[in-house]
């Protein structure tokens, strides 16, 4: 599968690619990725990443229910020092219409900065997949 993650309050957004593991009425995906371009900001040029692993519950055709963990990072590229770290956990609906994907979920988070001190957030994240088989 091939997604586009991001988060707010964070400011990741993610092209990833993950394997899904699906069953009848459940599945298992684990993806990640990183950014291909960067960001110029006051301590230099910053890139982001992400893994998250999530379960899928399908109680109907074209609706589904997850439960997942994600960590993600904004690092700088000459040194790949991060700049932002956050993990968290997030629930929500998700609705699959032929090789489409979209997930809207709550996320809570612990985030780390360099310029500030840690925290817990909560916001949405957002995936939008696009699924094809490979066999």
Do not use: C
């Not at 109907?60 to 000459?78: A, C, D, N, P, Q």
């Not at 020092?81 to 709550?106: C, E, H, Q, R």
């Amino acid at each position: 599968m091939a997604a586009w993650t991001g988060g707010l309050p964070f400011d990741l957004l993610v092209p990833t690619l993950g394997i899904s593991l699906s069953r009848k009425n459940w599945s298992f995906e684990f993806s990640g990725g990183f950014t291909p371009w960067s960001q110029k900001d006051a301590l230099g040029e910053r890139g982001d990443a992400m893994v998250s692993s999530t379960i899928s519950f399908f109680p109907r055709h074209l609706v589904s229910y997850r439960v997942g963990i994600f960590s993600g990072w904004e690092f700088l590229t000459e040194t790949d020092n991060w700049t932002m770290k956050v993990m968290g956990v997030t629930v929500g609906p998700s609705i699959k219409w032929k090789y489409f994907d979209l997930y809207a979920g709550y996320a809570f988070a612990r985030l780390s900065t360099l310029t500030g001190k840690d925290r817990w957030k909560n916001g949405l994240l957002a995936h939008l997949n696009f699924k094809f088989l490979i066999n």
